[in-house]
């Protein structure tokens, strides 16, 4: 026969530890921890509930300019031109250094400029193992015609994921055509429960823009 006052004690001791697992739950569902090994490699692997966004907009010259200082940022300006021609805050005469395929004709000047900026991002993994690649970039270009100035930047970011590295190249178009496309990338440190073991992520974002002010995603890995 079973004892009432021990089946009661029982279900008592139940309710307390489920409650103290409620409670420590969310008390630390602010502060995510390390998973063990397996169980990080499969968040940092899943795919991302949102993967990727961009917002563009027109800048003006001198927005456009500060950008060339921004610390890290890869910068590209037409040749023969200063940086203030290349945004089109001063006058300048043709950009006849522009590659042979694509030369433009003596009258071309940078009267005609405009600017924009973008920032696109990309991210892989879920929760709190997201990694999560933004690249901003500005550029100016003779509308329609021909590219300046670019100044890309790339950060990354993530929840426990922290970031070990960042690069910024062009790998298709560039100054004179127009078009460019940059291949941003990073590598993250992602802890897992045990100190020692740490794992290393890493990708790659491909955007393209070009003389019209537009832009998009054209790879990832």
Known sequence: MVNRRNATAVVVTLFAAVSTVAVTS???AGRPQPLPQAQAQALIDAPAAVQ????TRAVSPQEALAAASIAGATVAIAPGLSLAQAVG????????????SVVR???????SVGCSSNAAWHEWGTWPYQQRITDTTY???????HITYTSSSVTASGTLCGTGWTSSQLISGGIGYSW????????????????????HPSHHMDVSRNAWGSTSEVGSG
Do not use: E
């Not at 004709?105 to 009267?111: F, K, Q």
């Open 180 to 199: 460019f496309v940059m291949r941003s990338s990073a590598g993250w440190n992602c802890p897992t429960v045990i100190p020692w073991v740490t794992l």
């Open 105 to 111: 004709p003596v009258g071309a000047t940078v009267a």
């Open 26 to 28: 969310a008390a630390g």
């Open 89 to 100: 805050l001063a006058s300048a005469v043709a950009l006849s250094t522009a590659p042979s």
């Open 139 to 145: 550029w100016c270009a003779v509308y329609g015609d």
């Open 52 to 55: 990727s966004g961009s917002t």
